[in-house]
């Protein structure tokens, strides 16, 4: 073997002290600081996001390495339109690349792609992009890899309460009846439940309209490392801060 087939290899397995019964199952991330990292080099702020699409496939490649069950990113906002026009045509022209291009990858890893958002809202070539790789993996048994696009937590919200409104007037659901479980049924992550862990860079104390029902009890690790810079190293620091914490549930300890 060689020296790099053996580095490969360390680096595929999960780090000796990290418990693999302990792992969060699902795993969610705001992946922040794009701009700063370019700006910090002197570079235009837009030059961020393709370095942001590298540090992406490789916690992919990771969480999927490690077995991690579920991934969920956010890739896009419903508040990110307000950025100037070129920067959104950059990030909706890089999610489409990242679809086509690591499509081969996701089905040799039978990785389960997911996009949620306000898909329809999304430029023509991308949602069909979209429509094509989600189609494909939809049969594949292994990771859960969420990319949410056009998202915002509250939109999420208002779309359960308008389906459940709807359901009332037809005369098919009683108010009494609608409980959490019912809400759950109607949320993007339905069949994967909430986050266990949320990663979010570059310091900020932000959930930022992601996943607002679901977070409820994530334990939130924060971490000053730009997003182009988040690799497995950080991955594992995240992780093992994560096996430290007393999840509670609201309870008190027995
Ligand atoms: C935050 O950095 C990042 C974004 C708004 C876009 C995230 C997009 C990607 C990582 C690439 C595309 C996604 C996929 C799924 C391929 P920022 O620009 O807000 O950074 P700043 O806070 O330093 O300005």
């Known amino acids: 073997m060689t020296a790099k087939q053996i580095i490969d290899n360390t680096l595929k397995t999960l780090p000796s002290d990290l418990d693999p019964q302990k792992l969060p199952r699902h795993v969610a991330v705001i992946m922040d600081g794009n701009g700063r990292w370019a700006q910090r080099r002197g570079l235009p702020r837009i030059m961020g996001h393709p370095r ?36 959104v045509n950059v990030i909706m022209t890089l999610i489409e690349q990242f679809l086509r291009w690591e ?11 997911e996009l949620v958002g306000k898909l329809q809202e999304l430029p023509e070539s991308l949602k069909k992009q979209m429509h094509r790789s989600v189609g494909s993996t939809t049969e594949n048994q292994g990771m859960r890899f969420t990319v949410a696009t056009n998202y915002g937590g509250r939109q999420e919200i208002l779309q359960v309460c308008q389906a459940l409104a709807a359901e009332v007037k037809q005369g098919t659901l009683n108010p009494e009846d609608i409980d959490q479980a019912l809400f759950e049924r109607h949320l993007c992550t339905v069949g994967i439940g909430d986050p266990d862990l949320l990663i979010r860079t570059s310091g900020e104390m932000r959930i930022s309209n992601f996943l607002l029902w679901q977070l409820a009890y994530s334990e939130i690790y924060i971490t000053d490392t730009l997003w182009p810079d988040f690799d497995r190293a950080q991955m594992h620091r995240a992780l093992w801060e994560f096996q430290k914490r007393d999840r509670r549930f609201g309870k008190v300890k027995s």
Do not use: K
């Not at 992919?60 to 077995?67: A, F, S």
């Open 52 to 87: 942001g699409v590298d540090a992406l496939r490789e916690l992919v490649r990771c969480c999927d390495d490690w077995g991690i069950q579920a991934l969920t990113v956010y890739a896009f906002s419903t508040e990110n339109w307000n950025r100037p026009q070129q920067e």
């Open 103 to 113: 499509l081969p990858e996701l089905m040799q890893r039978q990785i389960h792609l």
